[in-house]
């Protein structure tokens, strides 16, 4: 169990943000971890790249603006925030109908945890489709980094979204796509992953009515990477 719940309390200074963090943290504590007996996780013993309480110690500061992440949008229509600015503009609100989907225990952790996250809020910009490029890159050794990537796309866009990694750490996300009615979104998912690295990518999108998702995936590097789609 993770017991993480007094440092959200005193550290978190988004009032919203720290009740989201504190739901995802007790949800994180109910539901199960995975395990070789589920057949989408035979091949892959998180418990031996995952130490949550090794990510605290390094890792749990809250100074999340945009740290760690690069992120610009072109041509127009787009507005970036961390996740604590989301939070208390409330475009967070969203996200309920997610969480009934997530159904293990670290994807409820890294969002209860992460210490760099960004919010992405794709409008119908003035050429009537966006461009999303989201940059994410961890080279330190031996630390681990737990992020939260949420792009909200609204109702009639055209959005692409182009996502990177570069990681030589212990590196855990989660990156949730709202994809609203009417809307087209391509997602690229490019990722390399040193020799000594490990990155677990959890992409969960949720789409509106008559609403159309692409998706393509690359990884590269020596290191081992485990990217999962839902």
């Known amino acids: ?9 005193e550290k978190e200074k988004s009032e919203k943000l720290k009740a989201i963090r504190l739901r995802f943290l007790e949800l994180s504590n109910r539901l199960p971890f995975p395990g070789k007996d589920d057949e989408n996780w035979k091949n ?7 130490k949550p309480e090794v990510a605290l110690a390094q890792q749990y500061d809250f100074s999340e603006v945009h740290s760690g992440i690069a992120a610009r949008s072109f041509p127009d229509g787009c507005s970036i925030h961390s996740i604590g600015e989301a939070a208390e503009l409330g475009y967070l609100d969203a996200l309920k109908g997610i969480e009934k989907s997530i159904r293990y225990s670290p994807d409820a952790m890294v969002r209860a945890l992460f210490t760099r996250g960004i919010y992405v809020r794709v409008l119908k910009g003035k050429s009537g489709s966006n461009s999303v490029k989201i940059d994410i890159e961890n080279t330190v050794l031996e630390k681990y980094v737990f992020y939260w ?50 990155h677990r990518k959890k992409v969960l999108i949720s789409a509106d009515k008559n609403s159309s998702i692409y998706t393509y995936t690359a990884a590269t590097g020596a290191g081992d990477f485990r990217g999962e789609l839902e």
């Open 1 to 9: 169990m993770i017991t993480a719940g007094n440092l959200i309390r």
């Open 44 to 50: 892959t013993n998180l418990k031996d790249y995952l």
């Open 149 to 198: 990537i949420i792009v909200d796309v609204k109702p009639g866009v055209n959005a692409v979204i182009v996502e990177s990694t570069k990681n030589s750490g212990k590196l855990f996300g989660e990156i949730d796509i709202l994809s609203g009615a009417g809307s087209k979104v391509q997602y690229v998912s490019a990722d390399s992953t040193a020799g000594s690295g490990f």
